[in-house]
């Protein structure tokens, strides 16, 4: 894991905090008010198909090919031994595409918690942290800080994740003991915090985005930025010091350092990227040697590439969602829906959910070379406040910094914010968008405006959030 303990504050940062403050016009309608009549409400999940989860149309005969294994591989369900083999000994699922599912194969987490049918497949006799249930998100768990030998918390970084289940029990895993992690323990020192599982959507797109576009885009605005109290800065790779962009806090580099990352931490399998068993497992619970998934030397063509490189070639070649006006519950208008974009623009979201960037040249497939990314992000981190904060440090990306998220894909996803807080039962995605404010929050200027539309505005915004 990426797990940088040191906040460094960017020097985009630090120049936008000092500078002067502008009184701004928003060119908000005449009509914008206190909020009256109904209240806006999210729509919910868009019906219709997918729109989303099919390869990039401009992908050759064996770009597909590698593709379609990929994919195959994203569906797997490993083992501790046997074909798939590798799992644990401690896991937080069993398969990329459990918890990366909703709407499609790549997505996000789904409406049922596969992490459940997990918990105790083959015979494992975990206990279920009660943070988890059918309707919860895909949950992981990290500890921010060090517990003392005696019970009590410690102010030592630890920030790691801790998975939530082992292999003990499981007839594949004979004579393994490895107890779970005291997540009773975690909650009552108020110290776990957890993250959901982010859509792959796209992630080319992403992955191909020049860095001095991004840098670029960041210093773009910058006095109305100032004047509503938002900066923001890359997270920076330690390693060869260019901008790293996956992940809630853009901490990692890359889609297969993060196929090599997850294959490890979310499901216990050892790879090239990350050869080591996490958590110092006992003797009894290893049975493999390590890695468990590498180069196939053996075998041709495709079946060569071992896992996280075949992957990374699916999440790289998968298109970004197809926005779409139809099947949004309620059926908005399309007025609506381009009133609510126009309004997205107007109270100022577009200056952290830059709507697009240009990708730059791409050996791969002309899918990914010169192209329209239509992101919603500026894949910067944001001091988001205290409301959202997890005091995790990653890379250069502090306690309460956050990616701004991309919202492409949003129309038929079930749960936001890094944990999942906004839910279909608690107000989906206006909570989510009320929970951008906060002590220290950047997004409180914009915030404020939003705040500051009617209900049929707040309702267009939301319909076209749904659209996307
Ligand atoms: C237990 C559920 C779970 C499983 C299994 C899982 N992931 Fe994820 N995935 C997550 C979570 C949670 C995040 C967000 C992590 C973070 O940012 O801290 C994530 C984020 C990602 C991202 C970053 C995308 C972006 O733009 O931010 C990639 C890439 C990814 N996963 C690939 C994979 C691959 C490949 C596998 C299989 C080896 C996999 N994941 C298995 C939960 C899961
Ligand atoms: C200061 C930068 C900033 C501004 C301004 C901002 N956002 Fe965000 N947005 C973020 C960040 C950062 C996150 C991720 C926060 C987290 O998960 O804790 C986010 C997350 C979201 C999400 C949840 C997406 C997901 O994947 O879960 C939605 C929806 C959203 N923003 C909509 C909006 C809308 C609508 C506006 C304008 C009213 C807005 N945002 C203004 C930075 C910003």
């Not at 701004?24 to 009509?31: F, M």
């Not at 279920?128 to 921010?144: C, G, K, M």
């Not at 890379?395 to 990616?403: L, Q, S, V």
Request: glycine share 10%; aromatic share 8%.
């Amino acid at each position: 894991m990426n797990i940088g303990k040191e906040f460094v504050t960017s020097v985009l940062c630090a120049g936008a905090a000092a500078g002067l403050v502008f009184l701004v016009s928003t060119g908000l309608p005449a009509n914008v008010g206190a909020a009256s009549g109904p209240e806006a409400k999210d729509p919910g999940v868009r019906a219709g198909s997918a729109n989303a989860g099919s390869p990039l149309s401009s992908l050759s005969a064996d770009e597909q090919e590698f593709f379609t294994d990929g994919q195959t591989r994203f569906l797997n369900f490993d083992t501790v031994t046997g074909t798939n083999s590798g799992l644990g000994p401690t896991f937080n699922s069993n398969s990329c595409g459990s918890c990366h599912a909703q709407p499609a194969v790549g997505g996000t987490s789904p409406a049922l918690n596969p992490q459940i049918a997990a918990s105790s497949d083959d015979g494992a006799t975990n206990t279920l942290p009660d943070f988890i249930s059918a309707s919860s998100p895909v949950r992981e768990a990290r500890f921010p800080f060090l517990v003392n030998a005696n019970g009590t918390l410690s102010t030592t970084p630890d920030g790691s994740v801790h998975d939530l289940f082992t292999i003990t029990g499981r007839a594949d895993a004979p004579g393994c003991e490895m107890a779970q992690p005291n997540f009773v323990q975690a909650q009552a020192l108020n110290n776990i915090i957890f993250r959901i599982p982010t859509p792959l959507f796209g992630a080319g797109l992403i992955e191909n985005i020049p860095d001095a576009t991004i840098y670029a885009n960041l210093a773009a605005n910058a006095a109305l930025k100032q004047s509503l109290g938002i900066s923001g800065h890359v997270n920076i790779s330690g390693n060869d010091g260019t901008i790293t962009r996956f992940g809630w806090k853009a901490q990692n580099k890359s889609v297969e350092v993060f196929a090599g990352e997850a294959y490890n931490v979310e499901m216990g399998v050892t790879n090239e990227l990350f050869p080591d068993e996490r958590g110092l497992p006992p003797a009894s619970c290893l049975f493999n040697p390590l890695p468990e998934d590498s180069t196939n030397f053996t075998l041709s063509g495709d079946q060569i590439l071992s896992d996280i490189v075949e992957f990374s070639t699916f999440m790289r070649f998968l298109a970004p969602a197809v926005p779409s006006t139809q099947g949004i519950p309620g059926n908005p208008a399309a007025q609506s829906i381009a009133s609510g974009q126009t309004l997205f623009t107007q109270i100022h979201c577009t200056l952290c959910h830059t709507p697009s960037m240009q990708t730059g040249p791409s050996s791969f497939t002309a899918g990914l070379n010169n192209q329209t990314a239509a992101l919603y992000s500026d894949l910067a981190v944001h001091h988001m406040g205290t409301g959202l904060a997890d005091n995790i440090s990653q890379g250069t990306a502090g306690p309460d910094e956050f990616r701004t998220a991309p919202l492409w894909g949003l129309g038929q996803r079930l749960f936001f914010l890094h944990d999942g807080r906004a839910t279909p039962s608690n107000g989906g995605l206006l909570t989510a968008i009320q929970d951008h404010a906060g002590s220290g929050s950047e997004a409180n200027g914009v915030i404020n405006l939003f705040q500051g539309l009617s209900a049929q505005q707040q309702q267009d915004l939301l319909n076209f959030l749904r659209s996307l």
